[in-house]
Nanobody, 126 residues
């Protein structure tokens, strides 16, 4: 089992940047495909980005392509989400998730991820 904790959220003006971090404990993060999801008030949780176990494959949702970058440092058991040119519609609670040991296929649906953090709030407002 793996435990993940997100950090790095906050209030930022439109056009600004934030970097979210997700630190894992319990076992090596290199065993897991990792993903970032977000949930805005009154909306369903939606996929943002996912990265393969060694970082060679990445998928983004269309709305963040060119603005967000997912990366990982397995030596630090950490996954990152660099968010640039933030927009008000990016406001949400952002969640880090792990697929579970043994899975190698990148997935974009929440049901395919077994372990979740508590989330970190990102608010984009002037």
């Amino acid at each position: 089992q793996v435990h993940v904790v997100e950090s790095g959220g906050g209030l930022v003006q439109p056009g600004g940047s934030l970097r979210l971090s997700c630190v894992a404990s319990g076992r090596a993060l290199s065993s897991d495909v990792m993903g970032w999801f977000r949930q805005a008030p009154g909306k369903e949780r939606e996929f943002v980005a996912t990265i393969s176990r060694v970082g060679g494959s990445i998928v983004y949702t269309d709305s963040v392509k060119g603005r967000f970058t997912i990366s990982r440092d397995n030596a630090k058991n950490t996954v990152y989400l660099q968010m640039n040119n933030l927009k008000p519609e990016d406001t949400a609670v952002y969640y880090c998730a792990a697929r579970g040991s043994g899975y190698t296929v990148l997935k974009t649906t929440a049901v395919d991820y077994a372990y979740w953090g508590q989330g970190t709030q990102v608010t984009v407002s002037s």
